[in-house]
T-cell receptor
């Protein structure tokens, strides 16, 4: 089944403890992206990647890191999480940036206390 | 700046028709998308418009007017399972998706 797999679904952590949210797609998509979603604000892009070893900042990159060493994987790293990073996170992929239709992962609800 | 506007919340009755509007101001235009998102779940693709006019897909239709910077999503024969948020998004000149905050649709029996 074609899908984007995110893990974990739920995570509660403490301020300053490094964490990684994994994202993997099995559709050979070139384009991958991370979003956070907060009430009333809609989806905001954190980072995106147009291909292996190519990553770019989105609208809200501060406090996050990403890497794209393989086409299928695009992990999101929070080196020192803070409470304002408590949010619902989505990974998405697409055949290319110009292509229409993003496939989203099931989401990760992160709470930083 | 770039902006997508849609109503925050709408209420409709089961079996009725509802129209959700979206207006946009973006630097360039490379298509408009509608996604459905149930609470706590991932957005799922509903429709894509790049040319003016109406696209129909079963109970759902989407309309686009590029000159007016306007789109709407029309939902017919509403069912309880249509209770969800509906997200409007536009691809700008750099092919980046700009998202609206979403319209929460409440369906009453």
């Amino acid at each position: 089944e074609a899908q984007v797999t995110q893990n974990p679904r739920y995570l509660i952590t403490v301020t300053g403890k490094k964490l990684t949210v994994t994202c993997s797609q099995n559709m050979n998509h070139e384009y991958m992206s991370w979003y956070r979603q907060d009430p009333g604000l809609g989806l905001r892009q954190i980072y995106y990647s147009m291909n292996v070893e190519v990553t770019d900042k989105g609208d809200v990159p501060e406090g996050y890191k990403v890497s794209r060493k393989e086409k299928r994987n695009f992990p999101l790293i929070l080196e020192s999480p803070s409470p304002n990073q408590t949010s619902l996170y989505f990974c998405a992929s697409s055949p290319g940036q110009e292509s229409y239709g993003y496939t989203f992962g099931s989401g990760t609800r992160l709470t930083v206390v | 700046g770039q902006n997508i506007d849609q109503p925050t919340e709408m209420t409709a009755t089961e079996g009725a028709i509802v129209q959700i509007n979206c207006t946009y101001q973006t630097s360039g235009f490379n298509g408009l998308f509608w996604y459905q998102q149930h609470a706590g779940e991932a957005p799922t693709f509903l429709s894509y418009n790049v040319l003016d006019g109406l696209e129909e897909k079963g109970r759902f239709s989407s309309f686009l007017s590029r000159s007016k910077g306007y789109s709407y999503l029309l939902l017919k024969e509403l069912q309880m399972k249509d209770s969800a948020s509906y997200l409007c998004a536009v691809k700008d000149s750099n092919y980046q998706l700009i998202w609206g905050a979403g319209t929460k649709l409440i369906i009453k029996p």
